[in-house]
């Protein structure tokens, strides 16, 4: 028989055990999939790229980088044909997860420049735009 203790233990490292198993598989989604790109490098090439932000809607508006497109994460399997092929693609989300998915996406169906702003909104220091 299990004390108390042991049993929140083991559910404890199962828990951290889940968490890091789903950033590892995020990991190497977005390895495979993208390159991570500093703010610099996308503000440099800017105009001769698409930028596709991945965030909802409501998010979009209250701040994106000038010049982004928005096609949510929530649509991006129906909406991902609307996004060039022979033009590399700049993604932008909050974090990691919604662009590595993306991201991931796009490599499945022939997209082969792909790349990630690292550090997402938070780190971008180019002109942005609300639409708010």
């Not at 108390?4 to 190497?28: A, K, P």
């Not at 490098?41 to 701040?63: C, H, M, P, S, Y």
Request: charged residues 25%.
């Amino acid at each position: 028989m299990m004390s108390i203790f042991e049993l929140f233990l083991w559910i404890v490292v199962t828990i951290l055990l889940v968490y890091g198993i789903f950033w590892l598989s995020l990991w190497v989604m977005r390895k495979r999939s993208a390159k991570l790109v500093a703010s610099g490098d996308l503000n440099e090439v800017i105009r001769k790229v698409q930028v596709i932000d991945v965030r909802e809607t409501g998010e979009f508006d209250a701040r994106h980088i000038l010049g982004a497109r928005n096609i949510p994460m929530s649509q991006f399997k129906m909406r991902h044909n609307e996004i060039r092929k022979d033009i590399p693609v700049y993604l932008v989300d909050d974090n990691y997860f919604l662009s590595s998915r993306a991201a991931n996406i796009l490599r499945k169906n022939g997209y082969d420049q792909v790349f990630i702003l690292k550090g997402g909104m938070e780190k971008w220091f180019g002109k942005t735009k609300s639409n708010q």
